[in-house]
Structures are given as C-alpha cells and as structure tokens.
T-cell receptor, first 109, second 121 residues
Framework: DAKTTQPPSMDCAEGRAANLPCNHS???????VYWYRQIHSQGPQYIIH???NNETNEMASLIITEDRKSSTLILPHATLRDTAVYYC??????????FGKGTKLTVNP | GAVVSQHPSWVICKSGTSVKIECRSL??????MFWYRQFPKQSLMLMAT?????????EQGVEKDKFLINHASLTLSTLTVTSAHPEDSSFYIC?????????????????FGDGTRLSIL
C-alpha cells in the first residue's frame, strides 16, 4: 500500500500558485519524496523529488518539513495545462513505485 | 531528456487474441523496466518488474503465464497479454528509471511511456 496521504481533489485559479500537500509520517531516513503527475489518458510525468532539502526546478518547488513527515508541491503559476492527477510517492531502497490515489488538481480559468 | 516510447498506443482485438506491447528507452539504457495497469478512474497498479537478461518479477496476484514479459536488450521490454479476454481491457503503461544520480538507492526518477489502451471485444 502507498505510504502517503493526499487530499482527493483541489482547485486552483489560473495564474495563482497551486500548493499540493502530502503526508508521509512513516517515511524512513533512506526514502525520497517523489512527485509525478498524470494528465488524462497519458503516462505519468516526473516532476521533482527530494530527500531532506527543499528542491526547485523549472516545473515546481518541493518543500519538505524538517521532520520529513510531510511535504508540499508548489506550482508557482498554475496554467490550465497543469490540470492533472498529482501523485506523491515515497521511494527508497528499491526502484519500485507504489502509486496511491493522488490529488486531482483542477486549474480554473 | 530521457524518453520512453511505448507502442502501440491503442489496440482493439477479438477475445482469445494475444497482444504484444513494446516499451523502448530511446536515449538511455534500462536494465530494469516496470509494467503497470490502470483501470478507469483508478490509480496505476504495478504488475511486474522487467529485468534485462533474466526473468521478470511479478507482483502478487498477477498471472505470469497470462502476462509474458521479455527484456532481451537494454532498450526494449515487451509485455504480451496472452489469450486476452474483455476483463484484460485496460490502460497498460511502462516505465524505466533513468541512471543512478548518486546518493541512496531510490534517487532515480522514472520516465513513463504514453501508455497502451487495450480493448478486447
């Protein structure tokens, strides 16, 4: 079973920041936090990952709490094309990914 | 960036037919690939781990004789759904981890194919 908890759905206005939370209270010290998203009828897309430190790339920022029990994915300026299901996955010690139900993000015009 | 190509993107066939789906890593080598299945409005379910040059590792409840996996080269894994029936209709997706980036095991983003939509009549 997935070891993360995410809200089932969220809405965001176009142009605003989308902040997607994820709880992973049982995370181990050797496990990374990954975020992927799946746009309808496509394969998932890698967004970002981190271990302890906050991370930023051209797509998003990842904020991990100091105790590592939760994290937030930030899309700084959401567009309609960011409408997708976002998956937060904890991975370590193995290359396997276990997908939970994710958060369905709807970006509204 | 790393690209995983999956073919065909969709297939419709009659019950009893065997269907082969290909997954290729286009600009990197993948000793391991993964196969997932996704039913409508559900999440991805890992079916098996494809290992180059050796047998695939199947997740619990997945019939290995039903879903044949071959990983004969470092850039190609195939999934064959044998004697497919309507209940096998689903969205099949493959993925491959991009090379290790140092650090701990697990520090490897995965890249996914665009999926194959299989419909069995």
């Amino acid at each position: 079973d997935a070891k993360t908890t995410q809200p089932p759905s969220m809405d965001c206005a176009e142009g605003r920041a989308a902040n997607l939370p994820c709880n992973h209270s049982t995370i181990s010290g050797n496990e990374y936090v990954y975020w992927y998203r799946q746009i309808h009828s496509q394969g998932p897309q890698y967004i970002i990952h981190g271990l302890k430190n906050n991370e930023t790339n051209e797509m998003a920022s990842l904020i991990i709490t100091e105790d590592r029990k939760s994290s937030t994915l930030i899309l700084p300026h959401a567009t309609l094309r960011d409408t997708a299901v976002y998956y937060c996955i904890v991975q370590g010690g193995s290359e396997k990914l276990v997908f939970g139900k994710g958060t369905k993000l709807t970006v509204n015009p | 960036g790393a690209v995983v190509s999956q073919h065909p993107s969709w297939v419709i066939c009659k019950s009893g037919t065997s269907v082969k789906i290909e997954c290729r890593s286009l600009d990197f080598q993948a000793t391991t690939m993964f196969w997932y299945r996704q039913f409508p409005k559900q999440s991805l379910m890992l079916m098996a781990t494809s290992n180059e040059g050796s047998k695939a590792t199947y997740e619990q409840g997945v019939e290995k004789d039903k879903f044949l996996i071959n990983h004969a080269s470092l850039t190609l894994s195939t999934l064959t759904v044998t004697s497919a029936h309507p209940e096998d209709s689903s969205f099949y997706i493959c993925s491959a981890p991009v090379g290790r980036q140092g650090g701990l095991v697990g520090n490897q983003p995965q890249h996914f194919g665009d999926g194959t939509r299989l419909s069995i009549l």
